[in-house]
């Protein structure tokens, strides 16, 4: 419920898209992509490069909105994106890459490539590149500024190592950035190269990448896009913070195009970068820990997602300025991405919804409708599911807000078919249910758009 998806309700005049003209005629997918894009992007703000491919085939690539708004230079669908967390992809591939070599292996200990980090004898590289290590992404002491600096991999290890562990290894699945950064410190140690020169070498330039690097800021990078972030009530646009790419290192560093991107999730599928089951360990699910949540997993360096009843692999970016997303339908060989030069975008929901029109069955863009006080009032009150997770739906200036446990309160809107969506979408909805008598009995949760519905039960009236 934390992401955001901009609402169905700005209408885009200019664009740029490139896609074959037998395409279009051939498959319904360019229309509905076009018409999902013209809602999502502003004219003369920020904007989003999709490409969506089948096989090797370019099926629709496009961009929308601004690279630089100052300067009022158009996006295009060849320019240049931080990916952030993206870039775990490419860390794993590369430990994996290593371990295939026979100069490491994923279930050696941190000891034996970072002796003096607290508790590294119990932490596998494996624990660190399924997210169940316990290393600590909670900020602690850090000096003012540290993350705008050029720092090597030593003084973030040094920030890393202040942090006690935030459960024993193996024992849960907590999504960790520090965890990645200490993958980069170990393809060092193995290769005596930088993290990213190793991935230069072994990686992008093995799969004929040319636009994936290491996103330094004080280099001349082509085609490279300027960051903005979005109010959400507001709507106001403003630079990014800025955040140097050292600080997040092995864990989103990079920087690349969508159309590299396709070719590497293209050739890491295929086999061509770490053979097939070298793959096949990226997408097998990490064991049912607490921590993992129900409507996905996570493997290495991929999370493990089901759109309208089919698995998709890939990964999520979101760093200052930016949000990225990259997915793969093995079963369609169709990949998907998603670059926004804007952190408030939601790119998750924005993947899985070009995802569900990839599979033909493209996900309905909520439209709310006028609540009456007589049924807001019915929907008044605290639900609880039978894993604990208690709802809370409570009116305020005639409008409807949901807030999960002690957590933020996010407006919902209900739909003609009586639907409940959070604004901004992220595809989620509660569906309420009555009794004979016509009361809101419980509310069928259906999260990420999909079923089978959670149900939980009302507990109690507001």
């Known amino acids: 419920m934390c992401c955001q998806f901009r609402p169905a309700a700005i209408f885009l005049t200019f664009y740029t898209c490139i896609f074959s003209v037998a395409s279009a005629q051939a498959s319904p997918l360019v229309p509905q992509v076009q018409e999902l894009l013209d809602h999502a992007v502003t004219r003369d703000g920020p904007g989003v490069a999709v490409l969506i491919a089948n ?95 050029d720092v090597d ?60 690097r290491f996103g330094s800021h004080s280099a001349l990078i082509a085609g490279r896009v300027a960051g903005y972030t979005t109010d959400a009530q507001t709507q106001r646009v403003d630079n990014a913070q800025f955040i140097n790419s050292a600080a997040v290192s092995a864990a ?64 999520t970016g979101q760093i200052n300025g930016f949000a990225s997303f990259v997915g793969y339908l093995p079963a369609r060989q169709a990949t998907i991405v998603v670059l926004a030069n804007d952190d408030s975008f939601d790119a998750r929901t924005f993947g899985k919804r070009l995802a569900a029109i990839v599979l033909g069955e493209p996900f309905p863009v909520p439209v709310g409708v006028r609540v009456t006080d007589e049924i807001a009032q019915a929907l008044q009150g605290t639900y609880r599911g039978g894993d604990g997770v208690v709802e809370t739906l409570s009116i305020e200036d005639h409008r409807i807000y949901a807030r999960r446990g002690d957590g933020k309160t996010i407006p919902l809107q ?38 089978p519905p959670r149900p939980l039960k009302r507990v109690s009236e507001r």
């Open 252 to 315: 989103g560093g990079l920087v690349s195009d969508a159309d590299d991107l396709r070719h590497w999730m293209r050739a890491l599928a295929e086999g061509r970068v770490i053979g097939r089951d070298g793959f096949r360990q990226m997408i097998a699910p990490t064991p049912d820990l607490p921590g993992v949540a129900t409507a996905y997993g996570y493997g290495m360096g991929m999370y493990l997602w089901h759109v309208r009843g089919s698995t998709m692999v890939g990964h």
């Open 55 to 149: 096989g090797d085939r370019v099926a629709f690539s496009a961009a929308r909105g601004r690279a630089d708004i100052e300067l009022g230079v158009a996006l295009s669908p060849g320019q240049v994106f931080r990916i952030a967390s993206v870039t775990k992809m490419f860390t794993a591939a590369m430990v994996l890459k290593l371990a295939g070599l026979g100069k490491l292996s994923i279930d050696d200990a941190l000891s034996k490539y970072l002796p003096d980090f607290p508790g590294a004898d119990r932490i596998s590289l494996r624990q660190l590149l399924n997210h169940t290590s316990g290393v600590s992404d909670l900020v602690r002491d850090v000096q003012p500024g540290f993350s705008r600096r």
């Open 153 to 212: 991999t030593a003084a973030l290890i040094a920030e890393i190592r202040k942090r006690p562990a935030d459960f024993p290894p193996g024992s849960r699945w907590a999504y960790s950035n520090a965890g990645y950064i200490l993958l980069g410190a170990v393809i060092e140690k193995v290769t005596g190269k930088s993290w990213h020169a190793a991935m230069q070498e072994d990686l992008f330039g093995a799969t004929g990448l040319k636009r994936t």
């Open 414 to 451: 209900m739909t003609a078919g009586r639907r409940l969506h959070f604004v901004p979408d992220e595809l989620s909805y509660f569906s309420p249910v009555r009794n004979d008598a016509g009361e809101v009995v419980e509310l069928d949760y259906f999260e990420g758009g999909e079923g």
